[in-house]
């Protein structure tokens, strides 16, 4: 039986195997997926013994991904421009580092949410590897503009760098909080860890354009504070993170078994068991 993992500290929290198990089980793929606890140190190490005991790939959550670049002994186009890895796959010595967050992203704004990139204004909060692991995608998907707001604006500006080049046409730009006054958005992306902390980002009134889509990584079983936040400005098309999580996770599964699974009712039973649990 072939042999998958995730690698994170902390792992319990994970949603991967269930997800993963699920996708096997549809696709009739013999395999097997577990969760690993990497010491915070020892992420290499892990991934080293696991490949060696026969394991076939990995996906890489918090803190690891930085390190799994390192990890990898080569990087797809989409991992090396993200500076971060989530999917590792082993051809003996080889070690293949991707990032498939970005495609989940969009799969799941545009297939699931049916809100299409082209043509709109899209704002990106936060800069950090999160931020990162979308942009390319969101480019990618031709919006009208991309804005990326940070509170550290040095951050900011250092991203829309890191990626000008693959901006096109489209209008890149970056900066603080305080310059968004006056500004409307079509798509606002919460890709900062503000939520991790039951906070809203510092967000200044009316700049949800009319029929605004507000999107947060995150996910929970209600609404995320900035999912509140945008509600209480009026948005009503929201979403979570949780269709991301199954999505990137679809892309990770189809790189690894040439199969891509039906990814929707698996994110509908998992909605269903998450809002449902204590």
């Given amino acids: 039986m072939d042999r998958y993992a995730?690698?994170?500290h902390p792992i319990k929290h994970s949603k991967s195997p269930l997800i993963h198990t699920a996708f096997a089980r549809q696709t009739r793929q013999d395999?097997?997926?577990?969760a690993l606890l990497a010491p915070l140190d020892g992420f290499s190490a892990t991934v080293e013994s696991f490949r060696t005991t026969g394991g076939r790939g990995v996906n890489v959550t918090a803190p690891f991904k930085l390190a799994a670049c390192v990890t990898a002994t080569r990087l797809t186009?989409?991992?090396e421009a993200a500076g971060a890895v989530n999917t590792l796959t082993f051809n003996g010595d080889i070690i293949v580092g991707d990032n498939t967050d970005g495609?989940?992203?969009v799969r799941d704004l545009t297939v699931n949410?049916?809100?299409p990139l082209a043509g709109r204004r899209v704002l990106l909060l936060g800069a950090g590897g999160a931020a990162r692991g979308v942009v390319l995608p969101l480019l990618q998907g031709k919006p009208t503009s991309l804005t990326v707001i940070n509170?550290?604006?040095s951050r900011a500006h250092e991203l829309r760098t890191s990626f000008a080049r693959h901006a096109g046409q489209i209008s890149f730009t970056a900066g603080g909080y305080d310059d968004l006054d006056g500004?409307?958005?079509?798509i606002v992306i919460n890709a900062t860890s503000a939520s991790l902390e039951n906070e809203a980002?510092?967000?200044p009134d009316g700049f949800f354009a009319p029929n605004a889509f507000a999107y947060d990584m995150m996910y929970g079983a209600g609404d995320t504070p900035f999912l509140a936040t945008a509600r209480a400005q009026g948005v009503t098309r929201l979403a979570d993170g949780l269709g991301m999580l199954v999505e990137q996770a679809a892309e990770s599964f189809a790189l690894w078994r040439g199969v891509r699974p039906n990814s929707a009712p698996v994110l509908s039973w998992l909605r269903r068991k998450l809002t449902s649990s204590p």
């Fill in 103 to 105: 495609v989940g992203l």
């Fill in 77 to 79: 186009a989409r991992a």
């Fill in 31 to 34: 395999l097997r997926y577990e």
């Fill in 151 to 153: 509170r550290t604006v």
């Fill in 201 to 203: 980002p510092p967000l």
């Fill in 183 to 186: 500004w409307d958005f079509d």
């Fill in 113 to 115: 949410l049916f809100c």
């Fill in 6 to 8: 995730v690698i994170g």
